[in-house]
T-cell receptor, first 116, second 106 residues
């Protein structure tokens, strides 16, 4: 099966600019996650979708971050405006069902964002 | 307090050595995942286990549900095993450890 696809692989922007990341999960996976991973740390959940609905966005900085999964398939994550501390790898992951149910988890290759 | 604690944080080994990475967690889980992350950033799932032991090639993962502890072992380590190994637990959400950075020297 095709894996989780993410683009772009790398992005360099100046602070206060906007950026968008795209994710296409594994076909049929209902659950989609966006994680932020700062260098030397484990992934931190930003938002979890179940189909096209938001399950958890409690750690998403909503003043600057937004995400959508309009048709319950692919998803975009946007940062507007970016800050220096947003420099990180943004990982998309998908799973057939929600956590707590012995769920396999598949990750994309991530987008490495550098904000200068 | 982190829900998932890994040790050691960093590990350097000579090629051929037996390696153990430990993971302890504090929440109820349905499964535990061991993940491998190479410098490019992509994460690969190595194991998903909810009891006992699993083996894949030179990799062995064990879990003790009562003690809330898991170990990842690498036998006959090789430089291509150099990566960050992350423990993640599947509770009502996924919780991740901060990773163990492994370097295997030829």
């Amino acid at each position: 099966e095709a894996g989780v696809a993410q683009s772009p692989r790398y992005k360099i922007i100046e602070k206060r600019q906007s950026v968008a990341f795209w994710c296409n999960p594994i076909s049929g996976h209902a659950t989609l996650y966006w994680y932020q991973q700062i260098l030397g740390q484990g992934p931190k959940l930003l938002i979890q979708f179940q189909n096209n609905g938001v399950v958890d966005d409690s750690q998403l900085p909503k003043d600057r971050f937004s995400a959508e999964r309009l048709k319950g398939v692919d998803s975009t994550l946007k940062i507007q405006p970016a800050k220096l501390e947003d420099s990180a790898v943004y990982l998309c992951a998908s799973s057939p069902w929600t956590g707590g149910n012995n769920s396999p988890l598949h990750f994309g290759n991530g987008t490495r964002l550098t904000v200068t | 307090k982190n829900e998932v604690e890994q040790s050691p944080q960093n590990l350097t080994a000579q090629e051929g050595e037996f390696i153990t990475i430990n993971c302890s967690y504090s929440v109820g889980i349905s499964a535990l995942h061991w993940l491998q992350q190479h410098p490019g950033g992509g994460i690969v799932s190595l194991f998903m286990l909810s009891s006992g032991k699993k083996k894949h090639g030179r990799l062995i993962a064990t879990i003790n549900i009562q003690e809330k502890h898991s170990s990842l072992h690498i036998t006959a380590s090789h430089p291509r095993d150099s990566a960050v190994y992350i423990c993640a637990v599947d509770g009502n959400q996924f919780y991740f450890g901060t990773g163990t950075s492994l370097t295997v020297i030829p």
